[in-house]
C-alpha cells in the first residue's frame, strides 16, 4: 500500500506541475484557490497575481523558442523566490503567470508585487552569450467575499494587468473593485 501511495503521489504531481519551469498549472490553482475561497472565514484574505513578460514575443524572435524557454524558467524562479512555500505560483499560460496568496491581503500582495517587480528587472538570464533582462506588468485583486469564485477573482487580477500594460509596462496596478474599496 505504501508503494502504491507513493506511486499515486508521484502521478498527481506529475499532472499538476508544468513540467518546463516546473510550477503548478492552471487547472491546479483553480482547484486550490476555488477550495479556498469556499472555506475564507469574514476576517481572512486572499489575494491574486496575474504576471504576464512585457514584450516576450520580441525574445522569442530573437533568440527563438529555446531562447524564450530560459526566460521562462528563469522567471518562474524569481517567482518562487519571492513567496512563502503556503503560496501557489503556477504557469497561466504562455508568458503570463499567476500567483495565489493566502492570508494576504491588498496591501501585502503590493509589496510581494513590488519585490517581484524588481527582482524579475534586476535578473539578468544567460541565453547564447547574451544577458537578457525582461520586466513584466503585474495585476493584484484580493477575494470580495461572497462575490468572487477561482475564476472572477483571476479575472480581475488580469483586468489589473492589462491596466498595466496600458500605462506602460514594468508596473503594478489593482483591481478597480479592490482600488474602489480602499478608497472607501
Known sequence: FAAIAINNSQLLEMSTT???????????????????????????????LMIDIDFFKSINDKYGHDGGDTV???????????????????RYGGEEFVVA????????????????????????????GDKIKVTVSIGIAECLPKKDDAKSITKRADQAMYISKQ?????VNISPENAKQLSD
Open 18 to 48: 508544468d513540467i518546463m519551469t516546473h510550477l503548478k498549472q492552471k487547472h491546479y490553482f483553480f482547484t486550490v484557490v476555488q477550495e479556498k475561497i469556499e472555506s475564507l472565514r469574514k476576517t481572512e484574505h486572499l489575494s491574486v
Open 72 to 90: 521562462l524558467i528563469s522567471v518562474a524562479n524569481v517567482l518562487k523566490s519571492c513567496v512563502r512555500n503556503s503560496d501557489v505560483v503556477s
Open 101 to 128: 496568496l493566502f492570508g494576504m491581503g491588498i496591501d501585502g500582495a503590493c509589496r510581494v508585487a513590488d519585490r517581484i517587480l524588481r527582482k524579475i528587472a534586476e535578473t539578468e538570464t544567460e541565453y547564447a
Open 167 to 171: 500605462k506602460g509596462r514594468n508596473q
